[in-house]
Nanobody, 115 residues
Framework: QVQLVESGGGLVQAGDPLRLSCAASGSIFRPNVMGWYRQAPGKQRDLVAAMASGGMTNYADSVKGRFTISRDNAKNTVYLQMNSLKPEDTAVYYC?????????WGQGTQVTVSS
């Protein structure tokens, strides 16, 4: 079993930075993919960024150049550095781990960007 604990959400102004963290515990085997998804009210949950344990990354087009995903494999922690935030980035952000054909999710953390 895998548990994910997120932190770092909050209310910021447009243009501000924010950093999210997600610590995974339990049976974390490799290879795996750790990433972030987000869901705005009335919309589906979409990928923001993901990073494989080998280092390959994938970003949504809407965040390329503004967000950076990183991870510390020794700590089983994934980070999302969000710069130049926009009101349209407002959503609940969920940490995700893909491991052995299963998806594990965090509880979600709210990010609100005011204009």
């Amino acid at each position: 079993q895998v548990q994910l604990v997120e932190s770092g959400g909050g209310l910021v102004q447009a243009g501000d930075p924010l950093r999210l963290s997600c610590a995974a515990s339990g049976s974390i085997f490799r290879p795996n993919v750790m990433g972030w998804y987000r869901q705005a009210p009335g919309k589906q949950r979409d990928l923001v960024a993901a990073m494989a344990s080998g280092g390959m990354t994938n970003y949504a087009d809407s965040v390329k150049g503004r967000f950076t995903i990183s991870r510390d494999n020794a700590k089983n922690t994934v980070y999302l550095q969000m710069n130049s935030l926009k009101p349209e980035d407002t959503a609940v952000y969920y940490c995700n781990v893909k491991l052995m054909n299963r998806d594990y999710w965090g509880q979600g953390t709210q990010v609100t960007v005011s204009s």
